[in-house]
C-alpha cells in the first residue's frame, strides 16, 4: 500500500501537468491563497451554523434559517477548495499525499462533511429540528462542537503539512 | 534604523528567542493565527457582502452587524497577538519583507475604511439599515473592505515563499 502510494506519487510528479506547476513559482503559492480564502469561507460559515446551535449568535432567526443562509455558501466553496487543493496535490504529490498531516486532514473534512450533512438533513423535513431545546438539547450542542472541533482540526491539520513533510524533497 | 534596534530587541527577547529555537512552537502559533486570521476574514465578507447589497437582502444590516463584529474583533485580537509572536521570532527580516509590509499597509487601509465606515457613514444608517442596496459610499466601503482582506490573505501567504528559512 505504502509503496504503491509511494509509486503513484513518483509517476504524478514527473507528468507535465505537475512539472509545470513545480517549475512556475508563481503557481502554488497563488493557488495556496485561493485555498485560504476558502477555508476562511467554509470555516465561518460553519462557525456562524455551530455559534447558533450553541444560541451564542443569531437568537432573533432561527437555527433552520440560519442554516439556509451559510449552508450553501460551505457546499459552493468545497468545489473551489477541492479544485485548488488537487492542483496543489498535483505540483506536491509527495509532500501531500504521503504526509500524515495531510492524511488526517482528509480524514477530518470526510467526518465535517458528514457532519455538515447531519445538520441539513433532518431541516429539510422538520424546519425547527435544531430549535426545539427541551427535546434535543445535549445533541443540538453536541453536534455544534463536533462540527466546529472538526473545521479547526482541519485547519491545525492543514499549516502542519508544512511541519510533517517526511519526503524531504 | 530606529525601528531595526526595536525590533532586534524584540528578536532578542526571551520569547522570540523561544519561538525561533523551539521546534514546535512556531508551527502550533502560526496554526492558531491562520485558524483566526481566516475567522477574521470569512466573518467580515458576512458584513461586506451585505453592505454592497449582494447577499440576504432582505436581514438589517445592524442586525448582521451585531451577530458578526463581535466573532470578527474576537478573532482579530488573537489574530494580532499570534501574529506579534510569530514576527518576534525573526522581527528584523519579517520587517525587511516587502509582502509583510504591504500586509501591514494593507491593515492600515482596513482600519481607515472601517473608521469611515464608523464615524462617518453610520451617522444616517436608519436610512439605510433596511435597504436592500445601500447608498454607493456604503457599497463603496464594503467592496473596499472586501478586497482589502482578501488580499491581506494573499499577501499574508507570500510571505512564507519570500522569508528564507532561519
Known amino acids: 500500500m505504502a509503496t504503491s502510494l509511494h509509486a503513484f506519487c513518483q509517476w504524478l510528479s514527473e507528468t507535465p501537468i505537475s512539472l509545470t506547476i513545480q517549475n512556475v513559482s508563481w503557481i502554488i503559492p497563488t493557488v495556496q491563497s485561493i485555498h485560504i480564502l476558502c477555508v476562511a469561507i467554509i470555516f465561518s460559515s460553519a462557525l456562524m451554523i455551530d455559534l447558533r446551535m450553541l444560541n451564542i449568535v443569531g437568537r432573533s432567526q432561527a437555527t433552520g434559517a440560519y442554516a439556509a443562509r451559510f449552508i450553501p455558501w460551505i457546499w459552493i466553496t468545497l468545489i473551489v477548495l477541492l479544485l485548488s487543493g488537487s492542483i496543489l496535490i498535483t505540483g506536491e504529490p509527495t509532500r501531500s499525499l504521503e504526509n500524515p498531516s495531510f492524511q488526517l486532514k482528509m480524514v477530518l473534512l470526510v467526518l465535517a462533511m458528514l457532519t455538515t450533512l447531519g445538520i441539513q438533513r433532518p431541516l429539510a423535513n422538520a424546519e425547527g429540528y435544531w430549535d426545539q431545546p427541551s427535546r434535543r438539547k445535549v445533541l443540538t450542542k453536541v453536534v455544534a462542537v463536533v462540527s466546529l472541533c472538526l473545521w479547526v482540526g482541519i485547519i491545525f491539520a492543514g499549516r502542519w503539512i508544512a511541519y510533517t513533510n517526511t519526503a524531504g524533497d | ?166
Open chain 2, 1 to 166: 534604523m530606529g525601528l531595526d534596534s526595536i525590533f532586534q530587541w524584540l528578536y532578542e527577547t526571551p520569547l522570540g528567542t523561544a519561538i525561533r529555537e523551539n521546534g514546535v512552537l512556531f508551527p502550533w502559533i502560526e496554526s492558531t493565527h491562520v485558524l483566526f486570521i481566516t475567522t477574521v476574514v470569512g466573518s467580515i465578507a458576512i458584513v461586506d457582502l451585505r453592505l454592497i447589497g449582494w447577499v440576504w437582502k432582505r436581514r438589517r444590516i445592524s442586525v448582521i452587524t451585531s451577530e458578526v463584529l463581535p466573532i470578527t474583533w474576537t478573532a482579530f485580537v488573537i489574530a494580532a497577538a499570534t501574529g506579534l509572536l510569530l514576527f518576534s521570532s525573526n522581527a528584523v527580516k519579517y520587517s525587511h519583507n516587502h509582502f509583510f509590509q504591504a500586509k501591514m499597509a494593507l491593515l492600515v487601509v482596513a482600519f481607515v475604511n472601517m473608521l469611515i465606515l464608523n464615524l462617518i457613514h453610520h451617522r444616517d444608517i436608519a436610512q439605510w439599515d433596511d435597504a436592500p442596496k445601500p447608498p454607493g459610499r456604503v457599497r463603496l466601503a464594503g467592496a473596499v473592505s472586501l478586497l482589502v482582506w482578501i488580499s491581506v490573505i494573499v499577501t499574508a501567504r507570500w510571505i512564507g515563499f519570500t522569508m528564507s528559512a532561519f
